[in-house]
């Protein structure tokens, strides 16, 4: 490892930062990505992931392996103590990227295909190598590995979790939601034979024992219970413990008992994400509740935008202050869904008998008047910035070209000058749908497949997006 820096540094094997690495190296950055661990870890935790995610794992080359192994999911439904609806939520038969709306996963197995991508692409992953430490010099940041040596990257990416050491140096602080509650988290393996005991996810607000019910890829299945006060992690790990709380859903001798843990559930997003070189993604910057199951969703969204970002920046293209649009587009994304994951949480976690009745009543009335359903978007729109303009934001659709995704479309002379494509409808009539979805004649479109910019003539870039941007030569078009 000596010699030329890296061009990126990765803290963390997770998916996140494998996902980052192999985005990177598919561009022709030299990105490694590095690991206390030498295997992955064998049990299940996090278990969702969206459409739009699926997405960046087409451009990672993961998407079609990885989608043969999950199960699509059907939806969730908010049930009372005694079964009914207060509240359904159903996936889309259609989205705008091409992919299921929201499946599940087994995060082993999906790792594993994560990782054959990333390395396909040409990332290196470095496992039994932990980072103790960085320093930053003038134009690059030092790396003290965990066996003595030392590395240097131009930039550094940490993705190393809830206890991230990349955290520490950023200096970030993490701005608490005031939301916190204990949870049992059971993966089951289900015997033969044994149906699932709910078909879609399931909610159940009861202020007995909230629970959520989780559909996984059989034979498996997740169950989690919230820890009322007094209760001890030890205590209700025991299998007694376990059976007890089993039993209203199903006959605990079912199913075997894969994991069995304890976790605090929680809103944090930190602050800064980025110092000079180093910036943050991830666990790394921000936790959420997992009640909409967007905490890995949220940092492989962190990913994807740095993902075509650095390699503009490292290139000498664009300017540093290009890195400075990350934080402000995604902290504002990430915060607004985890004020979602916390307002539903609050609701799901009422342990107050008759505030539970009255948010029953009030909820069910609602229901039965057609109102629309609390907590708004969940996953919302990019917030307008210096790379978002008119109509910007949102994922845009992609469109099939000759029985293939067709990702690698964009937009005119000023535009071809900061690296755009420019396809037209005429020629390529399946940018009618993509055009019709945007809701006007020209749409531009980021590297990460976000609409930059929405409008009936295709207008020059704007002054300050040329400058983010920078001059790409021509035999880099």
């Known amino acids: 490892m000596n010699g030329q820096p890296l061009d990126v540094a990765v803290v963390g094997c997770g998916p996140v930062g494998v996902t980052l690495a192999g985005l990177l190296a598919r561009q022709g950055l030299h990105a490694v990505a590095f690991d206390r661990e030498t295997a992955l870890y064998p049990l299940p935790r996090a278990g969702h992931l969206d459409h739009e995610v699926l997405r960046v794992l087409q451009e990672l080359g993961a998407a079609d392996e990885a989608i043969d192994q999950m199960v699509a999911n059907r939806g969730m439904d908010f049930r009372t103590a005694d079964g009914q609806t207060l509240l359904s939520m159903r996936a889309a038969d259609r989205t705008t990227s091409g992919w299921p709306a929201s499946v599940m996963f087994h995060q082993p197995t999906f790792e594993a295909t994560l990782r054959r991508a990333a390395l396909a692409c040409g990332a290196e992953l470095r496992l039994g190598i932990g980072v103790q430490s960085l320093a930053d010099r003038h134009d690059h940041v030092q790396l003290q590995l965990d066996d003595g040596s030392a590395v240097t990257a131009r930039y550094v990416v940490g993705c190393d979790g809830a206890r991230s050491i990349t955290r520490q140096h950023v200096g970030a602080i993490m701005a608490?939601?005031?939301?916190?509650?204990?949870?049992?988290?059971?993966?089951?393996?289900?015997r033969d034979g044994v149906e699932p005991p709910a078909p879609?996810?399931?909610?159940?607000?009861?202020?007995?024992?909230p629970t959520t019910l989780v559909p996984m890829p059989l034979p498996r299945f997740r169950f989690e219970f919230m820890l009322l006060p007094g209760e001890a992690d030890d205590d209700v790990n025991r299998i007694d413990r376990i059976g007890q709380m089993l039993a209203r859903w199903m006959d605990p001798a079912d199913a075997q008992v894969e994991r069995s843990a304890v976790y605090t559930f929680h809103g944090l997003v930190a602050s800064p994400w980025r110092r000079r070189r180093v910036l943050l993604a991830g666990d790394a910057a921000h936790q959420m509740p997992p009640f909409l199951g967007q905490g890995m969703c949220s940092g492989i969204r962190d990913a994807a935008n740095l993902a075509w970002k650095l390699p503009r920046v490292i290139r000498g293209v664009a300017p540093d202050a290009l890195l400075d649009t990350y934080e402000a587009e995604r902290a504002p994304h990430v915060q607004a869904i985890t004020d979602a994951a916390v307002f539903f949480g609050r609701m799901i976690c009422t342990t107050d008998v008759d505030e539970a009745a009255k948010r029953d009543a009030g909820m069910l009335a609602a229901r039965a008047n057609g109102a629309p359903p609390p907590g708004g978007d969940p996953v919302p729109p990019l917030v307008p910035g210096p790379l978002i303009g008119k109509g910007g934001g949102a994922m845009s659709v992609q469109v099939d070209l000759d029985g293939r995704r067709a990702d690698r479309l964009s937009a005119a002379t000023a535009w071809r000058a900061v690296g755009a494509v420019l396809p037209d409808a005429e020629t390529h009539p399946e940018l009618?749908?993509?055009?019709?979805?945007?809701?006007?004649d020209v749409a531009v479109i980021r590297p990460d497949r976000r609409l930059m910019w929405?409008?009936?003539i295709?207008?020059?870039p704007a002054a300050t997006v040329e400058k983010l941007l920078g001059h790409v030569p021509r035999s880099h078009v």
Do not use: H, K, T, Y
């Not at 879609?200 to 024992?209: H, I």
């Open 200 to 209: 879609l996810a399931l909610q159940v607000c009861d202020p007995v024992r």
């Open 454 to 456: 929405v409008g009936p």
């Open 432 to 440: 009618d749908a993509l055009l019709d979805a945007a809701g006007d």
């Open 458 to 460: 295709l207008e020059p």
């Open 176 to 190: 608490d939601a005031g939301f916190e509650q204990r949870w049992l988290v059971l993966d089951l393996v289900l």
